[in-house]
């Protein structure tokens, strides 16, 4: 593409709780570059057309997940899409579907933070360690059994692409047992059994009608389809045992 600038239309999904009564579509022509996101188009909007337009961003290097946003009906961080894209044709810009907007593009997420407290995403020690014994060593191999899960950034891309989230809010969802992977499958954490009554509950992983869209959408290459596969397997295997061993007798 040239260097000199075109004109791209760009349709916005607008609300102002304060005044309007319902969303509705609101268009702009935004001048751009090659070069230039659908973030920076957002941000030209805001600054030289309409400073009312309200949006969440951060980082601008797909890094923070604050811009995730329906794009062209499709979840997508705004700094990581590019206009050029979708040039000449028009563009439509959305906030994140399956979660209540709040005002324009920038949607609650009081739930979904509720739900990611639940999972506890944090080391629990497996075992009590003092400064003086230095630090929990890790080998390469054991890194790489929850590095590509570690890369989750919360931007909630998947939630916005599962159909069982957007029926059930009440679903774990697929970040969330991305995030909870992570942590279990961590040699220097031991809170695997708490987690387990995350995972086993009717809202947990049971709850994915395995559609795998949200591994398409994860920007970071989590997969965290995969995640649910494999608890799916791990939730069978914790019910077999738990005729045997109940969790509250396993040491």
Same mark, same amino acid.
């Given at each position: ?12 999904? =607008? ?6 009564? +319902? ?7 935004? &001048?751009?570059?090659?070069?230039? #996101? ?12 309409? &400073?009312?337009? #309200?949006?969440?961003?951060?980082? =601008? ?6 811009? @995730? ?5 499709? &979840? ?18 959305? !906030? ?6 709040? =005002?324009?593009?920038?949607? @609650? ?5 509720? =739900? ?23 080998? !390469? ?28 809010? $009440?679903?774990? @969802? #697929? ?9 279990? #499958?961590?040699?220097?954490? @031991? ?10 509950? +009717? ?16 920007? $970071? ?31």
């Amino acid at each position: 593409m040239e260097d000199s600038k075109k004109i791209i239309e760009i349709e916005v999904l =607008r609300y102002r709780p304060e005044e309007d009564n +319902e969303p509705f579509w609101q268009s702009y022509q935004v &001048p751009f570059t090659g070069d230039m #996101s659908v973030l920076q188009g957002l941000q030209f909007i805001q600054d030289d057309l309409d &400073p009312t337009l #309200s949006f969440r961003w951060s980082c =601008r290097m797909a890094i923070c997940g604050s811009c @995730g946003m329906m794009i062209q009906g499709v &979840p997508k961080l705004a700094c990581h899409t590019f206009l050029r894209n979708y040039y000449p044709g028009k563009l439509r810009v959305g !906030p994140l579907e399956h979660f209540p907007i709040e =005002r324009d593009l920038v949607v @609650g997420i009081q739930d979904y933070v509720k =739900r990611l407290e639940t999972i506890k995403p944090y080391l629990i020690p497996a075992e009590a360690r003092t400064i003086e014994q230095g630090e929990y060593l890790q080998t !390469p191999s054991q890194l790489d059994r929850y590095q590509q899960f570690s890369a989750c950034i919360n931007c909630m891309l998947c939630y916005a692409a599962c159909p069982q989230y957007g029926m059930n809010p $009440k679903f774990i @969802g #697929s970040g969330h047992m991305a995030l909870l992977h992570r942590y279990n #499958s961590d040699s220097r954490d @031991g809170g695997s059994d708490e987690r387990m009554e995350v995972v086993n509950d +009717e809202d947990g992983v049971w709850g994915c009608t395995a559609i795998l869209y949200c591994s398409v959408v994860c920007p $970071k290459q989590v997969d965290p389809a995969n995640a649910i596969n494999m608890y799916k397997l791990t939730s069978s295997m914790d019910y077999l045992l738990n005729w045997v061993a109940p969790r509250s007798t396993r040491k």
